[in-house]
């Protein structure tokens, strides 16, 4: 238990979709315009200047999903696959639900979703319409959809190692501004996306580093090769270590767009620590992120819309 309230709260936040900058971030608890919910690093607490909403990483999860708190534990040990293994090899001593053994990461019960992909309408609305994606690069990541009992669209982001064995699933809700943006199956490790790529590269080829799969479906389809980074905050020592090896194996040179705030210029920098080498692109002062920028290209490239 005091493993999950000692997860760094800013992930916590991020990976339930809250957008952190500067250890603040808009207050989901009431209609705000402006940064008023703060974190404190130390303390591993959040709060809320206007509404008065406060407490730790158990809190947060309880009040923004709306569970109860031993929903909440199981939520935190699910979504953290990694933390949880180790939380678990720690305490053999089962005497509460989130102590049992965690169940590791079931492909077998995944992998025919993305044999044959399909994509609902929400999905394709999504990608196509919406992020303009090009459609062999929605092939190659084998995104595909589903709906739950209560209709609700998802679509489904296979994680793959570099071997090309399914290790992760993360679910993304295609309705605006859904509560929880994010779902993740039990044990998924969802670090590092789009591993495979790494076997079709050359000597001397780029790579782009983004941060989060969308940002690497628009790198892809921008002609660009690229694996992608959870966050800052979600960063751990297992993938600094796979990404350093990375840099002493392959003869090529690492790119990256940060977005264009602080989080992104921490994430950049975090990097560099492992890829001393990586070239820092900058966005134009209109683009907050590359699929951002990579819509306005594909906007200004091609005027005549394909959507209507
Ligand atoms: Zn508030």
Redesign the pocket.
């Known amino acids: 238990m005091q493993k999950l309230r000692d997860l760094p709260i800013e992930g916590v936040a991020e990976r339930l979709g809250l957008r952190v900058s500067r250890h603040k971030c808009l207050?989901?608890?009431?209609a705000?315009n402006h940064p008023?919910?703060s974190f404190k690093v130390s303390k591993n607490t959040f709060r809320?200047?206007?509404?008065?909403?406060s407490g730790g990483t158990i809190d947060l999860v309880m009040k923004y999903l709306r569970k109860d708190f031993l929903d909440a534990c199981r939520w935190l040990s699910e979504s953290w696959g990694q933390v949880h293994d180790s939380l678990t090899r720690q305490q053999n001593h089962a005497t509460c639900p989130i102590d049992s053994p965690p169940k590791p990461f079931d492909a077998s019960k995944y992998e025919r979703f993305f044999e044959r992909p399909w994509l609902n309408g929400e999905a394709r609305k999504f990608l196509f319409e919406e992020r303009r994606l090009d459609a062999r690069v929605v092939r190659w990541c084998r995104l595909t959809s589903w709906k739950d009992k209560q209709q609700v669209p998802w679509l489904q982001i296979p994680y793959y190692d570099r071997e090309g064995k399914l290790v992760g699933v993360q679910n993304r809700n295609l309705v605006k501004g859904a509560i929880p943006r994010f779902r993740f199956p039990q044990g998924s490790e969802c670090s590092i996306y789009n591993l495979p790529v790494l076997n079709m590269l050359k000597p001397g080829d780029e790579l782009f580093i983004t941060e989060g799969c969308s940002d690497c479906w628009a790198m892809l389809s921008a002609g660009h090769k690229a694996i992608a980074i959870p966050s800052a905050t979600l960063l751990s020592r297992k993938d600094k270590e796979q990404l350093s090896i990375l840099n002493s194996q392959l003869s090529i040179t690492f790119h990256m767009f940060p977005d264009r705030d602080e989080p992104g210029e921490r994430l950049f920098l975090q990097l560099r620590e492992v890829l001393p080498s990586l070239v820092h692109h900058q966005l134009p002062q209109d683009c907050k992120d590359f699929s951002d920028y990579y819509l306005k290209l594909k906007i200004v490239h091609c005027p005549l819309s394909i959507v209507n």
């Open positions: 207050c989901p608890f009431h705000d008023s919910l809320c200047f206007v509404c008065g909403e």
